[in-house]
């Protein structure tokens, strides 16, 4: 079953516009770890941001933040502000205590910054 | 100092052959991973290891075989190479098993071509 769901295989966001890249989760488990991890066309996995499940508030990272609504098992990441920079493919992941080291990664937003 | 290295970058051989990739971190972390990404940029987890022990093994074919002469190295051997084959490797790291607040850090990849 699906852990990690991203529904927009591709988005595109004018430069210094915020932009949003949707993420769902499943889990029952009460103790998991999102996180978000940025791919460029170099091809290196860059990790961005994590939230964990007890944070009572949403991780901010520079001008990336996590918006994340529990009870809808939804851990957006916002983009604030885009640069050119920023076109790549984004992977949202997910670790849970149960499974110790498995992370569950979903297949990913290509994001492309229009000048 | 790269935190995750993996050697080489590029691998080009033919279908048959036998061809060994290797990995390793300098963060002092406990864990390490193996992840296949195909070209549709999927990622899948093929093996973790926790101080030098398997902990994970994912539907993979025995002719992929993971061994780590410490924690600090988890080296890929793959044996009579397939077309099918043909992917990013790439090679992670996190500081221990069974909390889900840890984050996993990739080396740049290594890009398999099978001819």
């Known amino acids: 079953a699906q852990k990690i769901t991203q529904t927009q295989p591709g988005m595109f966001v004018q430069e210094k516009e915020a932009v949003t890249l949707d993420c769902t989760y499943d889990?029952?488990?009460?103790?998991?770890?999102l996180f978000w991890y940025k791919q460029p066309s170099s091809g290196e996995m860059i990790f961005l941001i994590y939230q964990g499940s007890y944070d009572q508030q949403n991780a901010t990272e520079g001008r990336y933040s996590l918006n994340f609504q529990k009870a809808r098992k939804s851990a957006n990441l916002v983009i604030s502000a885009s640069q050119l920079g920023d076109s790549a493919m984004y992977f949202c992941?997910?670790?849970?205590?149960?499974?110790?080291?498995?992370?569950?990664f979903g297949t990913g937003t290509s994001l492309t910054v229009i000048p | 100092d790269t935190a995750v290295s993996q050697t080489p970058k590029y691998l080009v051989t033919q279908m048959g052959n036998d061809k060994s990739i290797k990995c390793e971190q300098n963060?002092?972390?406990?864990?390490m991973y193996w992840y296949k990404q195909d070209s549709k940029k999927f990622l899948k987890i093929m093996f973790s290891?926790?101080?030098?022990?398997?902990?994970i093994n994912e539907t993979v074919p025995n002719r992929f075989s993971p061994k780590s002469p410490d924690k600090a190295h988890l080296n890929l051997h793959i044996n009579s190479l397939e077309l099918g084959d043909s992917a990013v490797y790439f090679c992670?790291?996190?500081?221990?098993?069974?909390?889900?607040?840890?984050?996993?850090?990739f080396g740049p990849g290594t890009r398999l071509t099978v001819l």
């Open positions: 992941a997910m670790r849970l205590t149960t499974t110790g080291n498995q992370f569950y």
């Open positions: 889990t029952s488990d009460p103790s998991y770890g």
């Open positions: 992670a790291s996190s500081q221990s098993p069974g909390l889900a607040t840890d984050t996993q850090y």
């Open positions: 963060l002092g972390h406990d864990t």
């Open positions: 290891y926790n101080n030098k022990e398997l902990i």
